[in-house]
C-alpha cells in the first residue's frame, strides 16, 4: 500500500470508528425514542470536515470516491438537522448511512473488498432509494 492510499485508509479507519461510537452513544442515551437527539455539533463538524478532506484525497483512487461521497452527502443531511431536530431512530438511521459506505471505503482501500457484495453492485441512485426504503 503506498503513503497516499495508507493515509487515506487510516482517515476512513478513523471515521469509521468515530461515527461508530457516536452512534452508540446515541443507542444508549436514556432518552426516550421521541425526545430529539443531541450530539455534538462542533464534534460533527470536525468529522464532516474530515470526510470533506479524505474525498478530496480519493482523487486518484476512483473505487473509493463513491463511497467517500455517500457518506459526506449523509452526514451533511444529518448536520443539517442537529442538533435536536430529529429523533433518536432518525439519527440512528443517517448514522448508519454515514458507516456503511465507511465500512466499504476502508474495506476497498485495504484490497479486502469483495467484488460480488451487494452494496457495490448499487448504483449511487439506487443505494439512496434502499436507504430511502423505496
Known sequence: MNAERSQLYYACVFLHVSFQAIQHSVACSSSRD??????????MSLLLRELQRCRRQAGPFK???PSLDAAFYHCGLLMAQC??????????????AIIA???E????L????NQASESSDLSPGKRFRRWLGW
Open 34 to 43: 421521541d425526545t430529539p437527539c443531541w450530539l455534538d455539533a462542533q464534534t
Open 63 to 65: 473505487e473509493v470516491y
Open 83 to 96: 442538533p435536536a431536530a430529529i429523533n433518536r431512530p432518525l439519527c440512528q438511521h443517517h448514522l448508519e
Open 101 to 103: 459506505p465507511l465500512k
Open 105 to 108: 471505503a476502508t474495506a476497498q
Open 110 to 113: 485495504s484490497g479486502k473488498v
